[in-house]
């Protein structure tokens, strides 16, 4: 069976032929290749190339990669992008003023392609809710399938694609306009305007969300990166959750495993709100020592009703630990896993630049040593 049929076995709460390994490396990968320090025999290949020859699933992911849609401004409203030096700038047009948003980007990641820190937010005060709520209501999504499908094309039966809608609107607020310390005193300052341009916000991402259903794509992920923090459990039940409700059975009618980036401190009350959100798929899960998150406590309150798709901390990947620390946290996590069902092995939420090849060889060479399903806890056998 191929990688791709299998992996959607296992996401979709049926029983795999085998473990599926979808792991997330592109920042190693981007980084190394920026650099020119990708090691033997790998230099001149793709990251696509590596994962074929370990023998482990492709993963094409997220913001990275041909979205399955692209967004259109009418009516006056603009949104402009430029690089200054190690500095990203946006500019957001409308006819109720020009917002601005810089991201900076440290000069040693640059070749990895990884997302800027936000330094500089749209929204500065009140007076720019009417240029965010105008530049919401003046987008639509257009749908990309073409180009959508000649990269999944390139995947083929290797692997999935993970393509992302966006944030759900509130949090996209919180993540990329507002920023998160101004966000909660906009909430309790000026909660009916910050609720109208959530509802603007939500329109564009049902648009999203309608395009997702029409697409080529088998597997969409619907928001993520939650924290019980920043995102705690309230907020989410009031402000997260009611979204999921109205995009998921959207999805779910037209056949797609709906997922979500788990990559954060969630604790036991945002793990619960996943299964109810209705999400087949928590994808990146990060556990400890990384999170408080026990993988054992994860699936307790999941129930066999959501995959986990991760469970490796970037931490272990790391000369933090040595090469028997990870075997031993491998042999612990397919414990806490077995017999293996609605689960698909991965990164939370991505091998680190500072990852030596030797542990990338190491876990992948435990995970050929102990695919086979069902996961035996203690007692499994290698062939």
Not at 122 to 127: E, T
Not at 192 to 215: G, N
Request: proline share 7%.
């Amino acid at each position: 069976m191929s990688v791709r049929s299998n992996a959607l076995k296992a996401l979709r709460g049926q029983q795999p032929d085998y473990i599926p390994f979808l792991p997330r490396m592109d920042l190693w990968y981007n980084y190394h290749k920026g650099y020119g320090t990708l090691p033997a025999p790998y230099q001149n290949a793709s990251l696509w190339d590596i994962q074929r020859d370990l023998g482990i699933g492709v993963l094409g992911f997220g913001a990275w990669i041909r979205g399955f849609y692209r967004l259109e401004y009418f009516g006056g409203a603009e949104v402009h992008r430029r690089w200054e030096g190690k500095e990203r700038i946006d500019e957001i047009i409308t006819p109720y003023g020009v917002l601005c948003r810089r991201s900076v980007l440290s000069e040693e990641l640059q070749p990895a392609d990884v997302t800027p820190a936000n330094v500089e937010y749209p929204f500065k005060s009140p007076a720019d809710y009417d240029a965010l709520q105008y530049l919401f209501e003046h987008t639509r999504v257009v749908e990309n399938y073409e180009e959508y499908t000649t990269y999944l094309t390139g995947i083929g039966e290797d692997g999935l694609s993970l393509p992302f809608t966006s944030w759900v609107p509130m949090h996209l607020l919180m993540i990329d306009y507002i920023g998160y310390n101004q966000f909660y005193f906009e909430l309790h300052d000026h909660l009916s305007r910050l609720e109208q341009v959530a509802a603007a916000a939500t329109a564009v991402h049902m648009q999203m969300v309608q395009v997702a259903a029409q697409s080529p794509a088998q597997v969409i992920e619907v928001g993520g990166n939650y924290d019980q923090m920043m995102t705690p459990p309230p907020i989410f039940r009031k402000y997260f959750l009611p979204f999921y409700k109205q995009a998921v059975p959207v999805l779910r009618a037209a056949g797609k495993v709906v997922a979500l980036h788990g990559d954060g401190d969630m604790g036991p009350g945002l793990l619960a709100l996943m299964r109810e959100a209705g999400v087949d798929v928590v994808e990146a899960l990060t556990p400890q020592p990384m999170t408080s998150i026990s993988v054992q406590r994860a699936r307790e309150i999941w129930d066999g009703q959501v995959t986990l798709w991760g469970g490796i901390p970037a931490i272990l990947m790391t000369d933090t630990y040595t090469d028997e620390q990870v075997e031993a946290f491998l042999e612990d996590l397919f414990d806490a896993v077995a017999p293996g069902d609605r689960f698909v092995l991965g990164f939370g939420d991505n091998v680190p630049n500072t990852a030596h090849l030797s542990r990338i060889l190491q876990v992948v060479d435990f995970y050929h040593r102990h695919s086979a399903y069902p996961i035996s806890p203690r007692n499994r056998k290698e062939p």
